[in-house]
């Protein structure tokens, strides 16, 4: 009998993150730029989601970590921009990429994650090099 590997789902992944993010008080936004589809209403929002600035390779999730100063108290954030992929069988576009290297030049850490684990770790060490 064979073993059947069940990889879960990009947004399955993504929502165990952001599940994290908000039992660890991390600010996390998505970006909703999925305008894929097929009925005319779904395409009438596409439309309309380009006219309002949405981009073809924006990534997935924002991500600000809190940067605490000596008194203990939030001084700042360090933003992260993440890419989410599903662990297996998962490619990333020049879109995709060209965004990530446009926002790590504005400062931001930026991460392409195979999965909600690897963005968990991706934050971690983030939080860790920052708040020590």
């Known amino acids: 009998m064979r073993k059947v590997s069940i990889i879960p789902f990009e947004e399955d992944e993504q929502i165990a993150f952001v599940q994290w993010c908000k039992l660890n008080d991390i600010l996390v936004h998505h970006s909703g730029n999925e305008l894929g589809g097929s009925t005319a209403a779904i395409k009438a929002r596409g439309r309309k989601m380009k006219k309002m600035g949405t981009s073809k390779g924006f990534p997935d999730l924002l991500v600000f970590i809190p940067v605490c100063g000596a008194t203990g108290h939030i ?3 360090q933003m992260c921009a993440i890419e989410m992929k599903r662990r297996k069988g998962s490619t990333t576009s020049r879109e995709q990429l060209a965004w990530l290297d446009v926002l790590q030049a504005s400062g931001a850490m930026c991460a392409v ?10 934050v ?3 939080r860790k090099e920052i708040n020590g």
């Open 113 to 122: 994650c195979k999965g909600a684990d690897e963005a968990i770790k991706f």
């Open 124 to 126: 971690e060490a983030i």
């Open 75 to 77: 001084d700042c954030y």
